[in-house]
């Protein structure tokens, strides 16, 4: 056999036994909580037994912390790639659609991986947290730029508390994630709506 090939087999195979372990993690993590959920219990979904999983994630919080990377990675490249779209002076409006649009296909998409940070709010070890925050705090400062943005084009009122927009808007993404159902609304339904109701209000 060709000698890369054999080199190349087992890392293939490595990455294909822990994608499978993520996306059982997360899984488990999004319906019955971090707390609820063992490293024996994904391994067995997983179909492996508990003590192979320690071969690719030391700890429980280790999977987690992947879990939680995977699922803003998935979020920021996502919303990337619907900015790479716009013109480069693109206004703030087209923005904010854009910034919508690739966060809620991301969270529809992958809903296992990002209702897990919003179902098991209060459960994560602190160390997790810290571990998977500076991955989230960049992501988030993009959204800090947009609504800096907002202000500088007089769409967004002086007066107006910025950061809790920002956290408005978010928490209405991400809560999407419960109640979506894929016969209903399209996502250009949701975020036509979304950000008719940011933009103009209710009036």
Sequence with gaps: MNQKVTQIKPVL???KTRKLLLDKAAQMFSRQGYQSTSLKEIAAAADMKAGSLYYHFASKEALMVEVLDQSIQFISDTVAEEIEKLPDDYSFEMGLRAFMRGHLTAI???PDYTTTTIRNNGQIPK?????AHKKREHYEQQWR???TQGKTENVIREE???QLFRLMVLGCLNWSSVWYKPNAAT???LVK????IFLNGCR
């Design 13 to 15: 195979k490595k990455a």
């Design 108 to 110: 529809l998409e992958h």
């Design 127 to 131: 160390a997790v947290q810290i571990s």
């Design 145 to 147: 730029n947009l609504m």
């Design 160 to 162: 107006l508390d910025e």
């Design 187 to 189: 996502i250009d339904d």
């Design 193 to 196: 709506q979304y950000a008719d």
